[in-house]
């Protein structure tokens, strides 16, 4: 994946900039189903799905854990950069 996509005249879109930064941190997603999603991004590509490693999903208050996940990008409603302090609470 890791498809930058381009506009009109060529530029690289900030999205992709900013994805392409932060491969291999760990993102919070929140989904349009309220389903939300914690681990590291992986790839992504032009329509920005994404596709995460280690991680957790949490659902009607249960969490499960996943090695790897695809997530569409036409389902995610906001993707937040998780710092490592928050990240590895003490």
Known sequence: ???????????????????QQNVGK??????KNNVT???KLKNFDQHM???LKNG????????KPFQ???????EI????LLSNASSNPK
């Open 68 to 74: 790897d996940m695809l997530v569409r990008g036409s």
């Open 49 to 51: 799905n994404l596709t």
């Open 1 to 19: 994946m890791c498809t930058i996509s381009y506009s009109e005249n060529n530029q690289v879109s900030e999205i992709d900039k900013l994805l």
């Open 37 to 39: 999603v914690q681990g």
């Open 77 to 80: 409603l906001m993707v937040s």
């Open 26 to 31: 760990d993102l919070l997603i929140k989904l």
């Open 56 to 63: 957790n999903v949490e659902f009607s208050n249960e969490t």
